[in-house]
């Protein structure tokens, strides 16, 4: 499901617009994104799940093609686990 399909079905089943309902959806994301800016931050959306902020360390990797080894940076980055009745 793409975002413009998701915008329209949010519209038809709330019975609004479909800009209205475009403006809620990036309320939302916008809401998910600016609450895990912070360190080891998380959202919890109960009976969806939990997006959580996590760090991967710096780490040693290969290439594939040359299979020279090189060093791969530490990053920050986003999992989600879904909650019991998204199961």
């Not at 609004?16 to 080891?40: N, P, Q, W, Y």
């Not at 996590?54 to 986003?78: A, C, D, F, L, S």
Request: glycine share 10%; charged share 35%; hydrophobic share 35%.
């Amino acid at each position: 499901m793409t975002k413009a399909e998701l915008v329209e079905k949010m519209a038809k089943d709330s019975g609004i617009t479909k800009v209205a309902a475009k403006a809620a959806f990036e309320s939302f994301i916008d809401g998910v994104t600016k609450g895990l800016k912070k360190r080891d931050s998380k959202v919890t959306i109960v009976g969806f799940g939990t997006f959580k902020k996590v760090y991967r360390k710096t780490r040693m990797g290969r290439n594939p093609q040359t299979g020279e080894k090189i060093k791969i940076k530490g990053k920050n980055t986003v999992t989600f686990k879904p909650g019991k009745n998204l199961k």
